[in-house]
């Protein structure tokens, strides 16, 4: 019996909580890119939203508890989706949002968190240090701090892709999914593992930042010392206990991708599918093309997280 955090009826409410702009999210095949590929590709797309990510399934989730609370106010650290997901969901309820982040983060993505009204707050460092100013700000201002897939929330907002896959009947036989902190992995996960069993799901992650899937492989937390990916989104150095606990559980695999592998999947992205994309959102493609022969002739989904990324940055990484 499956014995993870996430509740599968909790994640079924969670369809009424969500806004409906953030559901139902496109889930196509596409051919020109199965076939460079050699097996069959759908894709899963969770950027035509107004954060351009899949991260606002759980803040609404987030938002609406907290309003029904009666609080006023909430501090987030983000690589930056999270930090727009949290700024939509709160202005939308009422909520004063605060969003740690790196300087190193990408522009793109702080530019928008202002933009969403949310105050933004830079440190020196990486998300982990990020992680560690949004710990001081809330107990300083006796405000709830959100932490993305250690919230129960935020795991179960991201499971309700699992249960539009799982109701698309389709005959995928294996999801591909970016691993960061594990929100998106263990609530998609969760509900295959009980809806669609046969379903392998396979995470993905840089070989840059390895924590999660050292850790998932050992099967104890295993942290690195720094990071070095484009993948901002996934660079995390300190998996979660509770969050590997449940990843341990509903993950058939988890494999590292090298950096020349994700440009390559953008600019695959881009060009048989038409789809801008941020590093880590190319991640199940670059798995396929470092390890072709595992994959011929199945039929995958691969989910497109996020599509937060700066021109420059993108015509950089993609421009051959």
């Known amino acids: 019996m499956l014995a993870t955090r996430l509740d599968l009826d909790r994640i079924r409410a969670a369809r009424r909580v ?59 650290a983000s690589a930056g989706n999270l930090g727009q997901a949290l ?74 892709i699992g ?9 995928f036989d294996t999801v591909l999914i970016a691993l960061g902190g594990g929100a998106m992995a263990t609530g998609v996960g969760s509900v295959l593992k009980i809806l669609s069993p046969d379903v392998k799901m396979i995470c993905v992650q840089p070989l840059g930042a390895p924590a999660m899937t050292r850790s998932w492989h050992e ?13 901002d989104g996934v660079a995390g150095r300190y998996p979660i206990p ?3 606990n449940d990843l341990l559980q509903v993950a058939d695999d988890a494999v590292l991708v090298q950096e020349a592998s994700i440009v390559a999947g953008m600019r695959m992205l881009l060009e048989h599918t038409g789809l801008v994309v941020e590093p880590s959102a190319a991640l199940g493609v670059a798995a396929v093309l470092e390890d072709p022969d595992r994959f ?19 015509h950089r990484w993609v421009r051959p």
Not at 26 to 40: E, I, K, S
Not at 114 to 131: P, S
Not at 163 to 171: K, M, P, V
Not at 219 to 231: G, H, L, P
């Open 87 to 160: 700024g939509w969901s709160g202005r939308r309820r009422g909520l004063d949002v605060t969003v740690v982040a790196s300087r190193s983060a990408p522009t793109a993505k702080l530019d928008r968190i202002r933009a969403l009204g949310a105050e933004l707050e830079l440190v020196d460092g990486d998300f982990e240090m990020a992680r560690e100013r949004a710990v001081s700000i809330a107990h300083q201002r006796g405000i709830r701090l959100v932490e993305d897939s250690l919230d129960v929330e935020t795991c179960e907002g991201a499971a309700t």
């Open 18 to 76: 969500i806004d409906p702009i953030f559901l139902n999210t496109p889930l196509y095949q596409c051919d020109a890119l199965g076939r460079q590929l050699g097996c069959t590709v759908s894709i899963k797309l969770e950027t035509a939203n107004p954060v351009r990510s899949f991260k606002a399934r759980g803040t609404e989730l987030v938002a609406s508890l907290l309003t029904d609370q009666g609080r006023s106010a909430v501090v987030c």
């Open 219 to 231: 099967r104890r937390v295993v942290t690195t010392d720094s990071t070095d990916t484009i993948a």
């Open 163 to 171: 249960l539009e896959l799982a109701d698309a009947g389709s005959a």
């Open 296 to 314: 011929a002739g199945r039929h995958l989904v691969t989910i497109i997280c996020g599509s937060n990324v700066g021109l420059d940055d993108y």
């Open 242 to 244: 509770e969050v590997l």
